[in-house]
Nanobody, 125 residues
């Protein structure tokens, strides 16, 4: 599966952005697609994911209540709606996909074989 992430940009603190991840090449519905981010000098960390669109998404505690993940099946697209953005949200955001993710590995970057190219999000104070 190929992933194309977009929607990043420069925004002031308190603002909003919506990231998109378009999947192609394989049946979209059979993959778990999650979002990760990597700030300069930091490890890549889990942001949000919903195993096989179960309806029970999981979020990093740092973004809970501010970010929302959703999937548009006809468009083969996963979204990350980000609100109340903070300077500490500044990072390159990646979408990742895999068919074999289970609940306990949802937040583990090593569980995903397919990655998008990343989109930069910069939040100014």
């Amino acid at each position: 599966v190929q992933l194309q992430a977009s929607g990043g940009g420069l925004v002031q603190a308190g603002g909003s952005l919506r990231l998109s991840c378009v999947a192609s090449g394989r049946p979209f519905s059979s993959y778990t697609i999650s979002w990760f981010r990597q700030a300069p000098g930091e490890e890549r960390e889990f942001v949000a994911g919903d195993k096989n669109n179960s309806g029970y998404p999981k979020y990093n505690e740092a973004v809970k209540g501010r970010f929302t993940i959703s999937r548009d099946r006809p468009k083969n697209t996963m979204y990350l709606q980000m609100s109340s953005l903070r300077p500490e949200d500044t990072a390159v955001y990646y979408c990742a996909a895999d068919r074999s993710v289970i609940g306990s590995t949802l937040a583990s970057r090593t569980a995903y074989a397919y990655w998008g190219q990343g989109t930069q999000v910069t939040v100014s104070s």
